[in-house]
């Protein structure tokens, strides 16, 4: 079964600086990678996905994501924080759910808490 | 569209009690799924459904029990409810792809917030 480690439950930064998100999944098969945002309060949007093709995926609100296979790793970055990107967010892996044809999971890691400090 | 809409969005229920989430999208999404929320866990899998009258467990089945009769729709039932069910639940839909072929994005509800006391 794949997992999703995410490095570090609470990441803090100052608006301005670089924001960096670690994923580091285990998969048996070429994996599809998501990073979802979690706003207080609401539910799960998605930031980028990685199925195929280039390595480095771009996201909305200025967030983009480099898949690792040596590293098995899709950490998340973003050059310059805003106030507004304080959120949860989390890494996710699809996974087969079961024989029927289409059915996949996502297999998610235990969420970062960003929080911007002005 | 509304998206996916979960009702209600809070509840708080003794042990013991037995209740209904409801789950709706109309996006015409064939696969739907519940998850729950808790702190320091990330999203697990409850139940899903890849389609009216097809259904299958996650990660976490057990004290929850799901049906599909219309594509619409896809309630979470809560038999007997305990404290380890409080939580917060997210009902989630999108579009099949066929096996290995793609991978569509799944559209989130906005959460339920369940009490067991």
């Known amino acids: 079964a794949q997992s999703v480690t995410q490095l570090g439950s609470h990441v803090s930064v100052s608006e301005g600086a670089l924001v960096l998100l670690r994923c580091n999944y285990s998969s048996s098969v070429p994996p599809y990678l998501f990073w979802y945002v979690q706003y207080p309060n609401q539910g799960l949007q998605l930031l980028l996905k990685y199925t195929t093709g280039a390595t480095l995926v771009k996201g909305i609100n200025g967030f983009e994501a480099e898949f690792k296979k040596s590293e098995t790793s899709f950490h998340l970055t973003k050059p310059s924080a805003h106030m507004s990107d304080a959120a949860e967010y989390f890494c996710a892996v699809r996974e087969k759910a079961s024989i029927i044809q289409g059915a996949q999971k996502l297999v998610f890691g235990q969420g970062t808490r960003l929080t911007i400090n002005p | 569209n509304a998206g996916v809409t979960q009702t209600p969005k809070f509840q708080v229920l003794k042990t013991g009690q037995s209740m209904t989430l409801q789950c709706a999208q109309d996006?015409?999404?064939?696969?739907m799924s519940w998850y729950r929320q808790d702190p320091g866990m990330g999203l697990r899998l409850i139940h899903y459904s890849v389609g009216a009258g097809i259904t299958d467990q996650g990660e976490v089945p057990n004290g929850y029990n799901v049906s599909r009769s219309t594509t619409e729709d896809f309630p979470l039932r809560l038999l007997s409810a305990a404290p380890s069910q409080t939580s917060v639940y997210f009902c989630?839909?999108?579009?099949?792809?066929?096996?290995?072929?793609?991978?569509?994005?799944?559209?989130f509800g906005p959460g339920t917030r369940l009490t067991v006391t």
């Open positions: 989630a839909s999108r579009r099949m792809g066929l096996a290995g072929k793609g991978s569509y994005e799944q559209y």
């Open positions: 996006m015409n999404h064939e696969y």
